[in-house]
């Protein structure tokens, strides 16, 4: 009986002991895990704070690692009310002192604590810092928009929570804590990137520590922190580089009313630039009013929108066409002009006999119709889909895609023509027509556009990346070599001698695409340059333009031109 009794302590014992490890190593987990949050959550409790951050945001960056949206450091003033002993002379000479009225100001003096949204000159900041007002600081606070955000159409802009199924979704979608009013992604890759960008805690803040019952607590004074790490939030690097975009948009904003500008790193198949026209101003405080001018899809980010292309997809048909060897670059053909069968060519006398090399400067539309037709619609989707005309994925941008892009048509009953052309049913982005060049500048090459590079942690640590997309041949690089010799032509002694860079040589194709009932066209160019070992890739779209050689070559040029005279990094 004794036995039974002692065995029974013993299990028992182990029992509690083991419940005791479990709960120590609970404990543990959570002090590892969590202890920082709830450290946090403890420090909120016992403390009133100004966050001086504009957004607890993660930083959306260039390649290096600059914020797109500009944003940047500046001094404001920072009220902590309860300190304050004589408000009305604080109040009064702090009014004048930034030379506001005195009631504008007030309002911050009476409700909880919060920085002031008057910018400060550095003679100013020296003024009230001398000062030495109890409750009154100047400290630099953090602003997420600067006067020229850049690629906002892809970028994207933010909007606050306002309903509790958004408030439901977003707290489904991650761990991390929203409420009713909070800052989001709402388009662009903010909204992609939410639940990495979206920060858990401020980065600085200054805080007042308070007793149970809200009192300041004498002799602690005020804690000021400007260099915490937020665990939570990421930052998001791109391919995009700041000063390329950055010329790109002042052109643009100058020449393009409707359209989009597209900059690629041959080889790699990063983008470098990016612009749609016309674009919002993301900054909270202007952005309503360009959505409710706007009809819907009038910021849609037109570089991963679909357009007929027009004569730039020739480029696809030369190559598929000398691939196959149904061509040459020296065969003739005849162009009867306005007479030819079974489309007329722009030019209406006719270029008479014409060589392919020719006919491609000259984007002859009935010699590439007759070579349409002897490739075939199963040859021409074969060969369009080799050079990436079929996937609409940029490593990194995850935007749908567009159903309307369906190369069986190009099969259909009467489109083979008019698909020879880059008319009827066959549609592609600016970022697929600028990976499409790509090809031939890699030698035969296709690889996948890249946007995003990686994601950091707020030490500076890459937490993933984003691996340059797949690749495969589309064409022999003896052809691809052919091709762009046709293209060298196109802007020495084609329809796009106006997207020749004098200096540094360029080469590319002129497309005017047809849009039904109107006279005006959707001008495209693509092309590179230097001609030897070239740096860049650019497409350019002109929506209701003149012509390709005559609207949006120029556009290219003064693009190529700027880019490649920026100084070296």
């Excluded at 100013?124 to 850049?150: C, D, M, S």
């Excluded at 929108?305 to 065969?331: D, Q, R």
Aim: glycine share 8%.
């Amino acid at each position: 009986m004794e036995l039974v009794k002692e065995r029974r302590k013993r299990t028992l014992f182990l029992f509690f002991l083991l419940c005791f490890a479990l709960l120590i190593f609970h404990l543990a987990v959570i002090q590892l895990e969590r202890g920082s949050e709830y450290a946090f959550l403890a420090l909120e409790r016992g403390t009133r704070s100004v966050i001086l951050e504009e957004y607890s945001r993660g930083e959306i960056l260039d390649r290096h690692l600059q914020p797109l949206t500009g944003s940047f450091d500046a001094n404001r003033v920072v009220v902590f009310p309860e300190l304050i002993r004589d408000r009305r002379e604080v109040v009064t000479s702090l009014a004048s002192i930034l030379g506001v009225p005195v009631e504008k100001i007030t309002p911050y003096f009476e409700g909880q604590p919060s920085y002031l949204p008057f910018p400060l000159t550095p003679g100013q900041a020296k003024n009230i810092r001398e000062h030495q007002w109890p409750g009154i600081l100047v400290l630099p606070v953090h602003f997420r928009y600067g006067p020229t955000p850049l690629a906002a159409a892809v970028v994207g802009y933010l909007g606050r929570v306002q309903s509790m199924e958004a408030l439901q979704y977003l707290s489904g979608q991650n761990h991390k804590k929203y409420s009713l009013n909070d800052w989001i992604g709402e388009a662009g890759l903010e909204k992609y990137y939410e639940s990495e960008l979206k920060g858990t805690r401020p980065r600085s803040s200054a805080r007042l520590f308070v007793d149970a019952a809200g009192r300041p607590i004498p002799g602690l004074g005020i804690a000021v922190d400007l260099q915490s790490e937020d665990p939570g939030r990421q930052h998001l690097v791109t391919t995009l580089d700041a000063r390329i975009q950055r010329v790109v948009e002042e052109v643009v904003d100058r020449r393009i009313k409707k359209g989009a500008v597209v900059v690629m790193e041959p080889h790699t198949g990063d983008i470098l630039a990016l612009a749609s026209r016309p674009v919002y101003d993301p900054r909270p405080r202007y952005l309503p009013e360009y959505l409710a001018a706007g009809e819907k899809g009038t910021f849609t980010d037109k570089t991963t929108a679909l357009f007929t292309p027009g004569s730039v997809f020739k480029v696809v048909v030369a190559a598929a066409a000398l691939a196959e060897g149904i061509v040459k670059p020296e065969s003739e053909f005849n162009c009867r002009g306005s007479l030819d069968q079974p489309v007329r060519c722009w030019y209406a006398p006719g270029h008479g006999v014409i060589s392919f090399s020719r006919a491609f400067a000259e984007s002859c539309n009935p010699v590439f119709a007759r070579v349409g037709l002897k490739l075939g619609a199963g040859r021409l989707i074969e060969y369009a889909r080799r050079f990436g005309l079929d996937n609409q994925t940029v490593t990194g941008y995850p935007v749908p895609p567009d159903e309307r892009q369906n190369w069986q048509l190009v099969a259909a009953p009467n489109n083979l023509v008019n698909s020879s052309l880059g008319q009827g049913p066959v549609l592609a982005t600016p970022v697929q027509i600028t990976a499409m060049m790509n090809v031939i500048v890699n030698e035969g090459i296709y690889v996948q556009p890249r946007l995003v590079r990686e994601l950091r942690n707020d030490a500076g640590q890459v937490t993933r990346s984003f691996p340059r997309g797949p690749s495969h041949r589309a064409v022999p690089a003896s052809v691809a070599a052919q091709v762009k010799q046709m293209l060298q032509l196109v802007t020495t002694e084609g329809l796009g001698r106006q997207a020749y860079v004098p200096g540094y040589g360029s080469a590319g194709k002129t497309g005017s695409a047809q849009l039904d009932g109107q006279d005006k066209v959707n001008a495209w160019f693509t092309g590179y340059a230097p001609l030897q070992d070239p740096r860049y890739i650019v497409t350019v779209l002109v929506q209701e333009g003149e012509s390709g050689g005559e609207t949006a070559a120029p556009v290219f040029r003064e693009i190529m031109e700027k880019i490649l005279n920026l100084p070296p990094e």
